[in-house]
């Protein structure tokens, strides 16, 4: 990919994304930032993200209703609700094969394994059953 010039726009969104912790839509973002420029559309926010996706800078977690971004691109793991489609992180020590999967997998592949992403579905505390 070309190196693209940072716009202040795309580095405001690329801030606010990596200050907050709640898994953004482009939709949340945007209206968190609509009032510090009145310009920014909803098109350019989508724009933007996907070019930091694809940068390297952000990632994108897809599940139930629209996606969700995420400012961490270190490895982690990420739990999505299965009724609200929040998505939340998920900590907790990995175990050793899971460091092992790429390389697994590559040796039942014909092509190239480049990584691999590991996501939970459950139902966050908001949503769980009460007892």
Known sequence: MQQQKFSRQREEILRELRAR?????????YLSLKDRFP??????????LSQLCEAGLAQKISGKGADHFDGVTAAHTHLT?????SVF??????????????????RNFAGTVHGHRLQFFGLCPACSPKP
């Open 21 to 29: 912790k709640d898994h953004p839509t482009a939709e949340t973002l």
């Open 39 to 48: 310009a920014l559309s909803l098109a350019t926010v989508y724009r933007n």
């Open 81 to 85: 609700c299965s009724a609200c489609g």
């Open 89 to 106: 992180d998920l900590e907790f020590p990995a175990p050793p094969c899971l460091g092992q999967l790429d390389d697994l997998a590559a």
